[in-house]
């Protein structure tokens, strides 16, 4: 069974700077998906960045990247020149591609930036 | 973009009411899911839906049915609700097959309070 693992509960960072939240994950299935998504205090879930298990590079998307290692089962969010509105609850998922409609999430890390 | 809507921000209901909570996308994708979302437990899937009059249960359906009559529409039904479905609820939506690298959609969520 698939199980999504994030072990920051909250984290804290000073604007301007970077941070790294955690993802690791478990599968059996060789091709799968991972996705992160953002929840402002507001409550709606923001799609932020995708990285497919086949990928070789590490995806990145503004100021989001992944840290993609693959034998590690890691997949951790990196956020470059973190800005006030960044503080929110971000969400670590992964699709298995056998199982096309079954979205894992981790239980999530919320991030405080500090000015 | 992907708009999806849920029919309520906030809600407040009685034990033993049965409750709707409705949500609608305007994109045209097959599928469509509920979450439930608690802290420190992440987003947990009640059920999904890839079709028309298709239903399948996800890791917690226990106290909650659904229903698509239309494409675009998914309704949760609470059939007695208990102060224990006090909880966010989520609604999702996306394309099938498209692949394992689509992401879903979300809607801003629903506040469900059981008194």
């Known amino acids: 069974a698939q199980k999504i693992t994030q072990t920051q509960p909250g984290m804290f960072v000073q604007e301007k700077e970077a941070v790294t939240l955690d993802c690791t994950y478990d599968t059996s299935d060789p091709s799968y998906g991972l996705f992160w998504y953002k929840q402002p205090s507001s409550g709606e879930m923001i799609f932020l960045i995708y990285q497919g298990s086949y990928d070789q590079q590490n995806a990145t998307e503004g100021r989001y990247s992944l840290n993609f290692q693959k034998a590690r089962k890691s997949a951790n969010l990196v956020i470059s020149a973190s800005q006030l509105g960044d503080s929110a609850m971000y969400f670590c998922?992964?699709?298995?591609?056998?199982?096309?409609?079954?979205?894992?999430f981790g239980a999530g890390t919320r991030l405080t930036v500090k000015p | 973009d992907v708009k999806v809507t849920q029919s309520s921000r906030y809600l407040v209901k009685r034990t033993g009411e049965k409750v709707f909570l409705e949500c609608v996308q305007d994109?045209?994708?097959?599928?469509m899911f509920w979450y439930r979302q608690d802290p420190g437990l992440g987003l947990r899937l009640i059920y999904f839906s890839y079709d028309v009059k298709m239903k399948e249960k996800g890791d917690i359906p226990e106290g909650y049915s659904v229903s698509r009559e239309k494409k675009e529409r998914f309704s949760l039904i609470l059939e007695s609700a208990s102060t224990n479905q006090t909880s966010m609820y989520l609604c999702?939506?996306?394309?099938?097959?498209?692949?394992?690298?689509?992401?879903?959609?979300f809607g801003d969520g629903t506040r469900l309070s059981i008194l």
């Open positions: 999702a939506s996306s394309l099938f097959p498209g692949g394992a690298n689509q992401p879903q959609h």
């Open positions: 994109m045209d994708h097959e599928n």
């Open positions: 998922a992964m699709r298995e591609f056998d199982n096309n409609n079954d979205m894992r």
